[in-house]
């Protein structure tokens, strides 16, 4: 690899060098599309080479492909694509020869399975990989339908080395070979888009409608070309476009699902449509609406144990979740072709979340804590929280690409917002009491035993209440332009590509908070207080007895009669607040040269950051608000090199040396802090603008060999050697917080390193005897070893490894499936590990908090009622997996929480 890192900057010189001399052979162009010989539809990926001259590319999305500047002469065309035959023909370049390509896939002779199929899709998702120059996977759209997925974020967990982080047990985040969210990059159409979330950048893929989708690509190992914030890789969602088909498309579902956990039956209704006109414009648009109730049941310590001999619980809660999401998206994309040179799009996008939660809790504190089965006394919290969150995503991208005799020229300029705003809401009502006996049972999932008199509301008085409102904006802006030549060196195929890409972010974070408290002095007497005139039926609850509810109505009564300017809690209303700029500035150059069957890719991404972040924090110590103002700039110099090594047309090498890098989340950076004294103790937290983005140089090597049929069987290693990865740790007794208690925040680690190894096998038996020929089977296994340093200062340098937060050491999916011209059925699973989500104390291991292993089993069948109809069934989360979190050890809560069952039934129409 040395000498390869030698080579590189020679053949960017033998580029340039080259660009100086005019081209005196080169007289015409080879053109066409591939396509379906039976449907007429595109093909996208298929391999295209001009056999003579050793020129290689891989068709467009729309089956188009371009070969500019060929030299005048006789030549053999061939195409080839996984799943179908190959095409072979002759030519004679001119000035221009077009080509009308068609390939006859091999299936069931069956119009509606060849193209949304199992096979379908499958043949999709092989022949885009196969002919990528570095590691990517890909998922069709038509592969949502296949799997028992409800959103694009579900789906992606059946791609090797994808598993998902989920909240109330919906899929929402995207890991990429074990890697936390916020380690990888989610675009849509070529733009990054925003999160609505005050604290992360990771973007929620639920709140994409997936039938506006044309494909979902992972990318694993970047070129120069691409953004490079991404540790795991990049996530590029790309819209439905006209030219995708050859004709009108129509596809309208609906369906209702049910909810096991609260018994509630609920709609969803998604449509798209798309045409070409004159055939040179092409409009697509589509619409989802999705309305859910459901529920879960959670019990947690939040890592509140006591280790000392015996160990003691020192604090536990019950909740009680009810919820309601109501999702709707909307896009609208515009593609104009006026001649065969210019291509130019608009692509849209409107998303709308609608987040209704009712939490009602009980929190018992043991003072001296408690031992399993020993009734205690304890102080009980009953308090409920009642919030409405409405998230909405908005973006419209505008962009073209122009071919010249021997430029490309691709432009694009985007602008994205997202908005989450939180109104008035219920924060937390409080209700105390002190009880005599109370126990709990079983350290993994506690079980709250107690005296009667601990479920009576007349037992319970209200403390307080914290009102709170919050609105969240995070604005991006951006254009970039490539400009990409290929030609001859020495009989060699050479390309050179190089561009330049500007973004603004703004990321604005506003919340405000009353504590209605005292009520005895404004004359509210105990019986007013009492819980009694607030409680509503008890809760269907899972995890033992839970007591009554509380009501929102009567709560909302008594603080709209209060004096709410009295009640501003002014100290928790400004530090929350912030604003942070982040511009970005990116060079890239690149280029490839094809030596037989090696592509040696090589190139240099230069990006500048540069950040100001606006905030205060309060010093309680010296009774006064302080400001806190950052203005810094960083820069990165990120050279890559990939190999590409073509066996033969069924086998494929890869290898590629890249460097990348993240960048602190909103959350790490908020300027925000509250400095707290009680007595002689200090207590701080905050966070850290002052924060390095995690640095990574990342080594891969794979090999995939693409079997008879469709089938794949693949291995992938990777070594990421990292800098500046960040964790979030308690400093309170270490460095310049020795004198603080407990000092809360997030810092660089040391160092880390991830070594892995990825493995694939899918299959499709259309080979084997009927009865065997409808089976497809896909399965796929990540394995990764990971190790961070953490220190601190204390008495000299002190130190420990940890494995990386977030950082799953086994991701694995299975799926077993058939079809045939009337069925088709699918049962799948998904898998990860355990992996650290948090280090509480720096100097003790026995803290650290761990989700534990995920396993998820689903199930989807369909029937196809005709050409265009199709009834389907999906089981969700079919053995009741819920997700659990410890505290050092397997055996003792941070948090449990159950979900139940989901079932679906839909019907879809689909016309070509």
């Known amino acids: ?208 409608p997936a039938d506006l989708l044309q494909s979902v690509e992972v990318t694993k190992t970047l070129t120069p ?239 307080k209440v914290e009102i709170a409102e919050s609105n969240t904006v995070d604005t991006m802006a951006s254009a970039k332009f490539d400009l990409s030549k290929t030609w001859l060196l020495a009989d060699r195929p050479v390309a050179v590509k190089f561009g330049a890409k500007y973004s603004a972010r703004t990321k604005e974070n506003q919340e405000d908070i009353w504590i209605f408290e005292d009520f005895d002095e404004q004359g509210i007497t105990e019986q007013q207080l009492s819980m009694s005139q607030f409680a509503g039926a008890q ?64 190139g240099v991404r230069y990006e500048h950051t540069a950040m100001q972040s606006q905030g205060s924090g309060f010093d309680e110590s010296q009774d006064d608000f302080v400001s806190n103002n950052t203005d810094r700039s960083y820069q990165h110099w990120l050279p890559g090199i990939h190999l590409n090594y073509k066996w033969s047309d069924k086998t494929v090498a890869r290898a590629s040396w890249t460097n990348t890098i993240v960048r602190p989340t909103f959350g790490q950076l908020a300027p925000g802090f509250l400095i707290e004294q009680d007595d002689e103790e200090l207590e701080a937290s905050f966070g850290n603008p002052d924060l390095e983005a995690l640095e990574a140089m990342n080594w891969d090597i794979s090999i995939e060999h693409y079997m008879g049929g469709l089938g794949v069987i693949s291995a992938s290693g990777f070594y990421k050697d990292i800098t500046n990865f960040i964790y979030e740790a308690d400093l309170g007794g270490y460095g310049k917080y020795q004198d603080f208690d407990k000092a809360e925040t997030f810092v660089n680690g040391d160092d880390a390193n991830i070594l892995g190894l990825e493995l694939a096998y899918v299959q499709e038996f259309g080979f084997m005897p009927e009865g065997w020929k409808g089976l497809i089977f896909t399965s796929n296994l990540t394995l990764s070893d990971s190790t961070a340093h953490i220190s601190w200062q204390d008495d000299g340098v002190q130190g420990r490894d940890i494995p990386l937060p977030s950082q799953s050491e086994l991701t694995a999916n299975a799926s077993f499936g058939y079809e045939n011209p009337y069925v088709s059925v699918r049962l799948s699973a998904a898998y990860k590990s355990e992996y650290l989500v948090e280090v509480t104390e720096l100097d003790d291991a026995a803290f650290d908090v761990y989700q534990d292993a995920h396993t998820q089993w689903d199930f989807v069948a369909k029937s196809f009622i005709t050409e265009d109809i199709t009834i389907y069934f999906k089981a969700i989360n079919m053995t009741d997996e819920p997700f659990y979190a410890y505290t050092g050890q397997n055996r003792y809560n941070a948090q449990y929480e159950e979900y139940g069952r989901t079932f679906q039934l839909g019907i879809q129409f689909i016309n070509y």
């Open 1 to 208: 690899m040395k000498q390869l890192g030698l080579l590189s900057p020679l053949y960017l010189a033998l580029f340039a060098t080259s660009m100086a001399f005019p081209s005196t052979s080169w007289a015409g162009k080879v053109e066409g599309a591939i396509t379906d010989e039976a449907t007429q539809m595109p093909l996208e990926g298929a391999l295209i080479s001009i056999k003579e001259l050793n020129l290689k590319q891989e068709s467009g999305r729309d089956g188009r492909f371009f070969f500019q500047d060929v030299p005048k002469g006789k030549y053999t065309l061939i195409a080839q694509y996984l799943g179908g035959s190959t095409y072979t023909q002759s030519l004679v370049v001119g000035e221009v020869s077009l080509i009308n390509a068609q390939i006859e896939l091999k299936g069931q002779g069956l119009e509606h399975i060849q193209v949304v199929g199992q096979r379908g899709s499958l043949s999709k998702s092989l022949n885009r990989q196969r002919a990528a120059d570095n590691l990517v996977s890909v998922l069709s759209a038509d592969a949502l339908g296949n799997f028992p997925d409800t959103n694009i974020s579900e789906a992606l967990q059946r791609v090797p080395g994808i598993s998902i982080e989920r909240d109330q047990g919906e899929g929402r985040f995207v890991r990429i070979r074990g890697m936390a969210p916020d380690y990888n990059a989610v675009s849509m159409n070529g733009t990054r888009l925003p999160s609505p979330d005050s604290d992360r950048r990771a973007v929620a893929l639920d709140v994409v």
């Open 225 to 463: 070309d691409m953004d490079a914030d991404s540790l795991g890789g990049a996530i590029e969602v790309k819209s439905l476009s006209a030219f995708d088909r050859d004709d009108t498309y129509v596809n309208v579902s609906t369906e209702g699902s049910y909810d096991e956990m609260t018994g509630s039956i609920n709609p969803k209704l998604a449509g798209s449509y798309s045409d070409i006109f004159q055939d040179n414009i092409g409009v697509a648009i589509a619409a989802s609406w999705y309305n859910r109730d459901f529920g879960s049941d959670n019990v947690e310590t939040g890592g509140k144990w006591s280790f000392d001999e015996p160990t003691k619980l020192e604090e536990v809660e019950q909740r009680d979740y009810q919820i309601n999401r109501e999702r709707v998206g909307l896009g609208a994309n515009l593609d104009f072709r006026p001649n065969d040179d210019n291509d130019l799009f608009i692509r849209t996008l409107y998303s709308s979340f609608v987040d209704t939660e009712t939490r009602n809790g009980n929190e018992i504190k043991w003072e001296e804590g408690a031992l399993a089965d020993t009734p205690t006394a304890a102080e009980a919290t009953r308090s409920l929280k009642s919030r409405e969150e409405d998230q909405a995503i908005y973006s419209i991208v505008l962009g073209g690409e122009s071919r010249f005799d021997t430029w490309t020229v691709n432009y694009q300029t985007s602008w994205s917002r997202a908005e989450a705003d939180k109104p008035r809401y219920i924060g937390g009502a409080d209700f105390e009491g002190e009880f005599d006996d109370v126990a709990y049972q079983n350290s993994a999932v506690p079980i709250i035993t107690a005296e009667e008199g601990f479920y009576s509301a007349d037992n319970y008085l209200l403390d």
């Open 539 to 602: 809760p269907d609850y899972n995890l033992g007895r839970f007591g009554p509810s509380i009501e929102a109505d009567p709560v909302w009564s008594l603080v709209n009669g209060m004096d709410s300017a009295a009640a501003k809690d002014e100290i928790e209303s400004r530090i929350n607040d912030f604003d942070i700029d982040e511009d970005i500035s990116a060079a890239y150059v690149m280029g490839h040269i094809d030596i037989d069957n090696l592509r040696l890719l090589a």
